[in-house]
C-alpha cells in the first residue's frame, strides 16, 4: 500500500508569504525523503531531499523539516511566488529498497494568488 | 536538450490496440522506470530496470510489459490497451549515487506521454 499521504490536496496562499506543505509517512524504515514539484503539463523536477539522520535540511528558498516521531515531512517556501504554483510530491524510500524506489504521495496543489 | 525524452507526448487509441511509449536518456543512468500518473492518486510505479538485463515489476505491471534495449532507452508496451488505462506516463532514471551525494536516490524525470483509449 502507499507509505506516504498528504494531509490536504490543495494549498492557497499570497505572494510573498510562506507556504508549508506537509506529509505524513507510516514506513518506519524509510531512511530517505525527497519533494518534487510538478508543473502543468511537465514532468515532476527535484527540488530537495533529506536522509533520515537529518532533521532540516535548507536550499533556496525552501527548507524539509523531518520529524521521525510522529512520521511527519514538511516542506516550507519562503517568500512564495507566482512560478511556485504547481502540485508538490513528498516521497520516500525504504532503507531495505536496493533499487532506489521511490513511493509517492498524492500531492498537493499549491496556487499562489498575486 | 532534454536528459530524459518521451515519445509520443500525446497518444490517442482505441481498446484493443497495441501501444508502444518510448523513453530515451541521455544522463547515463543505469536505473529507469515507468511511472503511471491519475488525478488524485499521484505516482505509481508500473515497471523499473535495475540495468538492461534486470526487469522487475512496479506495484501496478498487470496490463503492461516492458523492454530495456539498451543502457539509455526504456519501452513500455500495453498489449492490448483498455479504458482504465487512460492516463499520464512518466519515464525517469536515476543513478545508485554515493553516500555522499547530496542527491541520495533523485530521479529524473521525462515530460510524460498522455494516453487516451477510447
Known amino acids: 500500500g502507499e507509505s506516504v499521504g498528504l494531509h490536504l490536496p490543495t494549498l492557497s496562499v499570497q505572494e510573498g508569504d510562506n507556504s508549508i506543505i506537509n506529509c505524513a509517512y507510516s514506513?518506519?524504515?524509510?531512511?530517505?525523503f525527497i519533494w518534487y514539484k510538478q508543473e502543468s503539463g511537465k514532468g515532476p523536477q527535484f527540488i530537495i531531499d533529506?536522509?533520515?539522520?537529518?532533521d532540516k535540511r535548507q536550499g533556496q528558498r525552501v527548507t524539509v523539516l523531518l520529524n521521525k516521531t510522529v512520521k511527519h515531512l514538511s516542506l516550507q517556501i519562503a517568500a512564495t511566488q507566482p512560478g511556485d504554483s504547481a502540485v508538490y510530491f513528498c516521497?520516500?524510500?525504504?532503507?531495505?529498497?536496493?533499487?532506489?524506489?521511490?513511493?509517492f504521495g498524492r500531492g498537493t496543489q499549491l496556487t499562489v494568488w498575486p | 536538450d532534454a536528459d530524459v525524452t518521451q515519445t509520443p507526448r500525446n497518444r490517442i487509441t482505441k481498446t484493443g490496440k497495441r501501444i508502444m511509449l518510448e523513453c530515451s536518456q541521455t544522463?547515463?543512468?543505469?536505473?529507469m522506470y515507468w511511472y503511471r500518473q491519475d488525478p488524485g492518486l499521484g505516482l505509481r510505479l508500473i515497471y523499473y530496470?535495475?540495468?538492461?538485463?534486470?526487469?522487475n515489476k512496479g506495484e501496478i505491471s498487470d496490463g503492461y510489459s516492458v523492454s530495456r534495449q539498451a543502457q539509455a532507452k526504456f519501452s513500455l508496451s500495453l498489449e492490448s490497451a483498455i479504458p482504465n488505462q487512460t492516463a499520464l506516463y512518466f519515464c525517469?532514471?536515476?543513478?545508485?549515487?554515493?553516500?555522499?551525494?547530496?542527491?541520495?536516490?533523485?530521479?529524473?524525470f521525462g515530460p510524460g506521454t498522455r494516453l487516451t483509449v477510447l
Open positions: 525517469a532514471t536515476s543513478d545508485p549515487g554515493t553516500s555522499g551525494s547530496s542527491s541520495y536516490n533523485e530521479q529524473f
Open positions: 514506513n518506519s524504515a524509510s531512511d530517505y
Open positions: 533529506i536522509r533520515s539522520n537529518m
Open positions: 516521497a520516500d524510500r525504504d532503507r531495505g529498497s536496493t533499487l532506489g524506489r521511490l513511493y
Open positions: 544522463k547515463g543512468h543505469d536505473r
Open positions: 530496470s535495475f540495468d538492461v538485463k534486470d526487469i
